[in-house]
Each structure stands twice: as C-alpha cells, then as structure tokens.
Nanobody, 120 residues
Framework: QVQLVESGGGLGQAGGSLRLSCAAS????????TGWYRQAPGKQRDMVAT???????NYADSVKGRFTISRDNAKNTMYLQMNSLKPEDTAVYYC??????????????WGQGTQVTVSS
C-alpha cells in the first residue's frame, strides 16, 4: 500500500512564496514520474509541473519562471517551490506519482490535496 501526503499549503500573499511537500510512503520499489496538479473551484484538474526520475522537468505555461519542482529520491519526497504568487494560483494542489511497488507492479497514486489560497 502506497500513500502520498502533502503539506505546506495555506494562505499566501500576491508576490509571496509557498513551498509544498509530498512524501510517499509504503511499499515503494522506485518512483517514476511525479508531478503537481491543481484544481480551482468549478474547473478541471490541470498539470502544474512534472519531474521524472532523471530530473527532467515540465511546467505549465502559467507557472514557468515562478514555480520549481524538485524531488529527493532518497526520501521519496517531492517539492513545489512557488514564488511570485498570483491570486489565480488559488486552488487545491495535488501531488501525483507513478510508483513501482515491485518489479512488475506499477500504479498511479494521488495525494489528498492541499489548499493554496493567494490573497491580492
């Protein structure tokens, strides 16, 4: 059983910074691609940033230059550093990971979500 637990959300101010963390625990052999997604009220869940096991990253245009995704493979933890926050960044943020739990078992896992609210 694998669990992803996010932390670090909360209230931020426009122009400020927040850092999200996502810790994976359980029967983990290795973690492939990981990412952060967000869902604002009444909208679909969208990709914010992804990072693969080799460290290659991909960002949504709306966050390029402001957000940085990273991961610590030794700790099975990923991070999202959010700088220059904007009110439109307000959403529930979810971490996602593709995880090998054995040499043949692979699954896609989601965290429970953490609220980020940016005031103007």
């Amino acid at each position: 059983q694998v669990q992803l637990v996010e932390s670090g959300g909360g209230l931020g101010q426009a122009g400020g910074s927040l850092r999200l963390s996502c810790a994976a625990s359980g029967s983990i052999r290795s973690i492939a691609v990981t990412g952060w997604y967000r869902q604002a009220p009444g909208k679909q869940r969208d990709m914010v940033a992804t990072i693969n096991s080799g460290g290659a990253t991909n960002y949504a245009d709306s966050v390029k230059g402001r957000f940085t995704i990273s991961r610590d493979n030794a700790k099975n933890t990923m991070y999202l550093q959010m700088n220059s926050l904007k009110p439109e960044d307000t959403a529930v943020y979810y971490c996602n990971a593709g995880i090998w739990t054995s040499h043949r078992d692979y699954g896609n896992y989601w965290g429970q979500g953490t609220q980020v609210t940016v005031s103007s």
